[in-house]
């Protein structure tokens, strides 16, 4: 029998870093905010008549294998993740965490990066106007996306003295992006 959901060991040591780090209420609200993004991302599968076959939880997030969905209906249970975070601004009020870090955690899987869900609209939606170009504009879209995340990372930490963490995430995700295979 295939695992249906597989935990990466790196994702359990930044969860073990997590409930060090951050205050337990902070903790409940981003879990919360993740678990409704990906039950959208998979309930929109469902909906458009697609099959889950796998969760891979990392530390870089969750990445779910669907199957039996065009592009069109991939490009639409893409988009439900980040529109069920957005949905979670509407508890602003009741549960204010909570409405923060959906907000934040839709916007961040906006970016146009791959696996991000921006990063698989774009490739996706690419693919369906110019195939042959899909690819290396992708690619440069990526790259512009990286080149202003060092940018800033660079002005957070020289100029607001923010220390070395901005610096950090954005060579991470260079690294990441650099590694990646194609989608």
């Known amino acids: 029998m295939q695992n249906l959901i597989r935990i990466d060991s790196a994702a359990l040591i930044l969860a073990a870093l997590l409930i060090l780090v951050l205050p337990l209420p902070w903790l409940v609200a981003a879990l919360a905010a993740?678990?409704?993004?990906?039950?959208?991302h998979m309930a929109a599968v469902f909906l458009l008549?697609?099959?889950?076959?796998?969760?891979?939880i990392g530390a870089a997030g969750t990445v779910m294998d669907a199957s039996n969905l065009g592009p069109g209906a991939s490009m639409l249970s893409t988009l439900a993740g980040p529109a069920g975070s957005f949905s979670l601004l509407?508890?602003?009020q009741s549960f204010p965490k909570v409405?923060?870090?959906a907000g934040v955690q839709g916007l961040f899987n906006l970016l146009p990066l791959y696996p991000l869900d921006g990063g698989r609209m774009l490739q996706t939606g690419l693919?369906?106007?110019c195939p042959?170009?899909?690819?290396r504009v992708t690619l440069w879209i990526q790259r512009i996306t990286l080149a202003v995340?060092?940018?800033a990372a660079l002005w957070g930490s020289l100029v607001l003295h923010l220390g070395i963490g901005p610096l950090i995430f954005a060579q991470v995700w260079i690294c990441k992006a650099i590694s990646r295979k194609k989608p």
């Open 132 to 135: 042959e170009k899909a690819e």
């Open 149 to 151: 995340i060092t940018a």
């Open 90 to 92: 509407l508890l602003c």
């Open 127 to 129: 693919q369906m106007l």
């Open 99 to 101: 409405a923060i870090c």
């Open 49 to 56: 008549g697609g099959n889950v076959g796998r969760l891979h």
């Open 34 to 40: 993740a678990t409704v993004h990906e039950l959208c």
